[in-house]
């Protein structure tokens, strides 16, 4: 371990593996293969890392820069943003938070109950700003399936831009049916996705309830991943399957989502604290500290 070592929180939102970095009053980051050999650590198994930096601007509390587990940027994370400001929280007491990430300012509330609601924004529809690699005028379903051609596997998804770019898929049985570790990758990194994609499959249960499975982009399957729940809620709606708010059920847990009259998307769910440590921002390399009960 090195002199440069920067303190980390573990936690995870509804089992979404995060690593709260503490970067404020440093000018170095945590460089892409530091990111992808503590993901390869097996003590430290995580999604994103969450790197809170210092405000670039008085008009927010912190800036947050994102990485996969791939070493890739990201430009959103709700379940992780969720983890910031249950962190924050724990320092002073504060309940509202403004963060800049790379997919715009988010604003956040720390509730009474201890769930955390994260105003994701607002969704972006039109093709460019997904985006895709072609002119699609309703990116409600657009031309893509994987599987053969007279009977598809998955076919017609929505498209949303929730932060980054989303493709959901439509099924009416078991998503366990369905080898996502397989077709994740492949649909990912599909040419009509530029900047790839993060895939998921969803099925309706109810107006108000939709369980999903996601792909995450950079990251792999996932236990949850608080924008693709965004963006479900939103495409499903835009749909007419659900109404404009819905409990959003994933492997790790559900969140609630609701897309509001003024088109933002409003996140809420709990946080899990888990232990902390500290790591060599340039290799990786780490020690944990301190083990934590869970919240």
């Given amino acids: 371990m090195t002199t440069q070592q920067m303190n980390f929180i573990k936690m995870n939102g509804i089992g979404n593996k995060i690593i709260v970095a503490d970067a404020r009053g440093r000018s170095e980051e945590i460089a892409p293969g530091a990111a992808v050999a503590l993901s390869t650590a097996d003590a430290v ?3 994103q890392i969450m790197e809170v930096r210092d405000p670039s601007q008085p008009d927010w509390d912190n800036d947050i820069r994102i990485l996969n587990s791939d ?7 709700g379940n992780g943003t969720r983890c910031v400001v249950a962190w924050l929280h724990g320092q002073d007491g504060r309940r509202d938070f403004k963060f800049k990430t790379a997919g715009g300012v988010l604003a956040c509330h720390y509730e009474d109950d201890d769930t955390i609601t994260v105003d994701m924004g607002s969704p972006r529809f039109d093709w460019q700003e997904i985006p895709l690699a072609e002119e699609f005028y309703d990116t409600t379903g657009i031309e893509l ?7 598809p596997i998955l076919h017609t998804p929505s498209v949303v831009n929730m932060g980054n770019p989303h493709a959901i898929f439509w ?6 049916n369905y080898d996502l570790e397989r077709f994740g990758p492949l649909l990912e990194n599909h040419p009509i996705f530029p900047e790839r994609a993060n895939i998921t499959l969803a099925r309706v249960h109810a107006e108000d309830h939709v369980q999903i ?8 399957i996932t236990l949850a991943c608080g924008s693709a729940a965004c963006a479900t809620l939103v495409a499903a709606a835009r749909k007419g399957l659900t ?3 819905a ?6 847990g559900d969140l609630q989502i609701e897309w509001t009259r003024q088109n933002r998307v409003l996140m809420t769910g709990p946080v899990e604290f888990e232990f902390t440590g500290s790591l060599d921002p340039e290799t990786g390399d780490f020690e944990r500290h301190q083990e934590m009960e869970p919240s």
């Fill in 45 to 47: 198994p995580f999604d």
């Fill in 71 to 77: 070493g890739s940027l990201a430009q959103a994370c």
């Fill in 243 to 245: 109404q404009r708010a």
């Fill in 247 to 252: 409990r959003i059920s994933l492997p790790g």
């Fill in 145 to 151: 399936q994987i599987g053969p051609i007279d009977a």
């Fill in 213 to 220: 499975r996601v792909w995450e982009r950079g990251a792999g």
């Fill in 171 to 176: 099924v009416v049985d078991d998503l366990e």
